[in-house]
Nanobody, 117 residues
Framework: QVQLVESGGGLVQAGGSLRLSCAAS???????????MGWYRQAPGKQREAVAS???????NYADSVKGRFTISRDNAKNTVYLQMSSLKPGDTANYYC????????WGRGTQVTGSS
């Protein structure tokens, strides 16, 4: 019904920046009822954790570990959510997954972010 495709991951030195994008496509009827979109991450050997989320109206939430460093934004016209990551740390290394919640939850396949020391 809805496909989420992430892009923008890569290798970056500590202190560097990356911007992730996630574009939703598929049934316009399903997309139009999506409220919250966000990002999760999962590092090797660890559980998936929430990073940031944003509602259709623009309300945001962040994990304490990324507050002040990451910024989530959304373009409703493009059905796209972004995650601007700054001051990256090696601890931010993980596979980052896009999530969208409407009547169902949808997930992307993930994009790898590696912060090198």
């Amino acid at each position: 019904q809805v496909q989420l495709v992430e892009s923008g991951g890569g290798l970056v030195q500590a202190g560097g920046s990356l911007r992730l994008s996630c574009a939703a496509s598929g049934s316009i009827f399903v997309i139009n009822v999506i409220n919250a979109m966000g990002w999760y991450r999962q590092a090797p050997g660890k559980q998936r954790e929430a990073v940031a989320s944003i509602t259709r109206g623009g309300s945001t939430n962040y994990a304490d570990s990324v507050k002040g460093r990451f910024t989530i934004s959304r373009d409703n016209a493009k059905n796209t959510v972004y995650l601007q990551m700054s001051s990256l740390k090696p601890g931010d290394t993980a596979n980052y997954y896009c999530n969208a919640n409407g009547r169902s939850a949808f997930w992307g396949r993930g994009t790898q972010v590696t912060g090198s020391s």
